[in-house]
């Protein structure tokens, strides 16, 4: 076993009462806020002109997951499953390792899965990944979403709106992990799926049902910051057994799930993510050509002028 | 158009035609496997899937669609706004294209909408979300598509004014029904200066937005095409292909109705083009350099040679083409360039929302479902048909004796469109054309010559 660390495996639940962040407010990036700045801006090489810093809660919540102690059980499945209302079998049904043969993503029956890694080097035992909607800081899907569908919630999850939802699917084009999932066989009302971080649970002050059910308290339930730190001070006790390495604390900018493990993520499914998230750097562009409606304004002058002028011209 | 004046009108075809009948029997199955897509689900229907939630109605009908119909607002650009008469010929059927273009982007995208019952929520206030680039491209699309309607309401009037015959009862309405379209004509007569800014203005920002789009989709997208000067790129590959999408249609209508191709207003048109593409090319290469991916281009990979077709057949071989005035002046290099900058562009926008698209699970493949490419196709040969209905009845190609036209002609001279006329009938050159059109001093020239 890894050697233990005051475990912030029960902490605190945060209040969630508080208002969505992560949406905008009309007077911090109402669309009409616009400086013309923005191919200026591109062409000087800075795209990050209008880059604003989504506000994020230091009561966010996260999951930490040591892949070290992962055993590949699936109970976490089955526990994901059952508090989200999807069809699943009985708790044996689960025990099933034949699924581990082909690499798996979630799907809108499963919006959580594990999947099998084995050790390309040696014999060293495999390692298995559970898998989910990341809960980014600054999620791409909720910046994508024009209808704000998508949610960055105080406590930390992102969240879907189905009643808001139009189904265009920008979201998954947007998602950075593929870890979206969509009913494409529902002929009217389908749905994106997603983890939803267990809100309905932490609401009430339950743990995420995954957090709970995990046999070898391999997923730890927390304060995100807190997390981040827990990670570090893991991996500085026990420098043999970890990589260095806690993804999520600044891939795509940073996500609510954590993961730590003992080999590079590579090697584990996890994509080389740059720490700055992709939905900075679309709306850095799409504020900056829009930001004070400057550009448009100027456009529409300079069309106009060309109309006076050259009709002018035209009459003399 | 040059000359339009002076051509003898000509009779309208009659509407059917054999290659009519195949158009409308593609447009058939395309309306029934519609019908399946919107009953069954995009399920039943397509090939998509959790890795590639897009397929082709967002890269065809509606990436390509949008930046097809460029030719609306780049003609309108140099018709109305620059005032260079001599291209009054080519605005309308642009217009028409514009209209009907942007009419099936937005039937393209229901289609391609999970929810699209739920569409109406992109108009609430409460719901936008203006991080969205897809917004900014929503909400600039459904404007620009009234603004297009707005821009086409004149040919309506033309064609109905003095002439409103409402059937039975609702014959004693002709009079007051005549009455209101005289009114409105004169109205947005005054005001149409207004929306013709309007609708070049929402067409840079949503032209652009559209790259914009992919910029979020990061290391999905391959790096020769991931940029973050994708909205630059698109907006001028959408200014690129406006005139050659005139210059396609134009030449396919003539030919279609027995009409003798313009080629002089065309090969004047013809000029813009090796100009913004020179320009395009020139941002490419740059943005190519500044990333310090230029060396991916000669990685001799799929995406690399597809990259170098594209860039090949999209912008280098019509450069040539339409910089030679020997090619640009006859109908074939005209037709060759033009089919030769639109197959580039269709490539362009293919790769970046499909093809260069590849996501994480690299075992995941797309290839469109008979069904996609029915409804697609059904979706043009449907445009073919209505484009075709539309030339046949009202007062948009200039040498078409449809009910209208004398009021074409009249609102055409109200805008000073007769003194260019009376140039082109002139028998001079393409030099003399040129020096006439550069603006401000075709009125002195205009007087001159009379």
Request: aromatic fraction near 10%; proline fraction near 5%.
């Amino acid at each position: 076993m890894r050697e233990s660390l005051g475990e912030p495996r029960r902490v605190s639940l945060p209040v969630l009462d508080g208002p969505a962040i992560g949406q905008p407010t009309t007077d911090r990036r109402g669309f009409v806020k616009l400086t013309g700045a923005a191919m200026v801006a591109l062409a000087t090489g800075s795209a990050s002109a209008g880059h604003e810093r989504v506000d994020l809660s230091d009561e966010r919540m996260g999951v930490l997951v040591d892949l070290t102690e992962c055993v590949g059980c699936r109970r976490c499945e089955f526990a994901c499953a059952e508090a989200n209302q999807n069809p699943h079998g009985k708790l044996e049904d689960y025990d099933d390792q034949s699924v581990f043969e082909h690499r798996r993503r979630p799907t809108p029956e499963s919006l959580s899965v594990v999947n099998r890694f084995e050790d390309p080097a040696d014999g060293k035992t495999p390692v298995f990944t559970k898998i989910q909607c990341m809960h980014c800081e600054h999620a791409p899907c909720v910046s994508a979403c024009l209808v704000g569908a998508m949610e960055k919630q105080a406590d930390g999850s992102v969240t879907y709106d189905a009643s808001k939802c139009i189904g265009c699917r920008y979201c998954m084009m947007a998602c950075p992990f593929e870890r979206l999932a969509y009913e494409f066989d529902n002929a009217l009302t389908p749905r994106v799926r997603k983890c939803q971080l267990c809100q309905h649970r932490t609401k009430v002050g339950q743990m995420p049902a995954c957090v709970e059910i995990c046999p070898v308290e391999a997923l730890t339930y927390g304060k995100r910051d807190e997390l981040v730190k827990y990670a570090h001070e893991l991996i500085a006790a026990n420098p043999e057994r970890y990589v260095d390495h806690v993804y999520g604390e600044t891939e795509g900018g940073g996500t609510s799930w954590l993961y730590v493990a003992d080999r590079p993520f590579a090697e584990l499914g996890f994509p080389d993510l740059k720490t700055r998230s992709r939905a900075e750097t679309t709306e850095a562009i799409q504020h900056g050509i829009f930001q004070g409606f400057i550009a448009p304004i100027a456009l529409a002058s300079v069309l106009t002028g060309f109309n006076f002028l050259t009709k002018r011209g035209h009459k003399a | 158009m040059s000359g339009a004046a002076v051509h003898t009108l000509v009779k309208p075809p009659r509407y059917f035609t054999p290659g009519v009948w195949v158009i409308a029997a593609v447009a058939a199955v395309g309306g029934l496997c519609w019908l399946y897509r919107m009953t069954f689900g995009l399920g039943a229907a397509t090939h998509l899937s959790a890795a590639y939630p897009w397929g082709i109605w967002i890269g065809i009908d509606v990436a390509c669609g949008v930046a097809l119909a460029a030719g609306g607002f780049t003609s309108a650009f140099l018709a109305h706004l620059l005032h260079r008469e001599a291209y009054h010929a080519v605005v309308r059927p642009a217009l028409l294209t514009a209209a009907i273009g942007y009419t099936f982007v937005a039937l393209g995208v229901m289609t391609d909408l999970g929810r699209y019952w739920a569409m109406w929520h992109v108009m609430m206030p409460s719901m936008w979300q203006p991080n969205s680039v897809l917004f900014e491209v929503a909400i600039c699309v459904m404007c620009y598509l009234t603004v297009l309607y707005i821009e086409f309401a004149p040919i309506v009037f033309e064609r109905f004014i003095g002439r409103v015959s409402l059937p039975g009862l609702l014959g004693r309405l002709n009079g007051p029904v005549d009455g209101v379209l005289r009114f409105l004509d004169t109205v947005l007569g005054k005001v149409m200066t207004v929306f013709v800014v309007l609708g070049v203005l929402l067409s840079c920002m949503h032209q652009s937005s559209l790259g914009t789009l992919m910029v979020i989709s990061g290391t999905k997208l391959h790096p020769l095409w991931q940029s973050p000067f994708l909205p630059l790129m698109f907006l001028l590959s959408a200014f690129a292909v406006g005139y050659p999408m005139v210059i396609f249609e134009s030449v396919i209508a003539h030919r279609s109705l027995g009409l003798k191709v313009e080629t002089k207003v065309l090969s004047l048109l013809a000029r813009y083009t090796p100009i913004i593409l020179t320009l395009y090319l020139g941002v490419k290469v740059f943005d190519l350099f500044r990333r310090g991916v230029a060396g991916e281009v000669l990685a001799g990979t799929f995406a690399s040679n597809l990259f170098i077709a594209e860039v090949t057949i999209g912008a280098i071989l019509p450069i040539l083409i339409f910089a030679i005035p020997r090619f640009r002046r006859s109908v074939a290099g005209l037709f060759i360039g033009a089919c030769l900058v639109i197959l580039g562009l269709v490539m362009n926008r293919l790769d970046v929302f499909l093809i260069a698209y590849s996501p994480l699970d690299q075992a995941a493949h797309y290839t469109p479902s008979f069904m996609e490419i029915a409804v697609t196709a059904g979706f043009i040969a449907t445009m073919v048909l209505i484009y075709r209905f539309v030339v046949l009845n009202f007062p948009v190609i200039e040498e078409l004796d449809v009910p209208g036209r004398a009021a074409a002609r009249e609102h055409a001279h109200a805008a000073g469109e007769p003194r260019a006329r009376e140039l082109d009938a002139s028998p001079d050159g393409e030099l003399e054309q040129i020096r006439v059109l550069r603006g401000r001093g075709l009125g002195a020239i205009a007087q001159g010559v009379k």
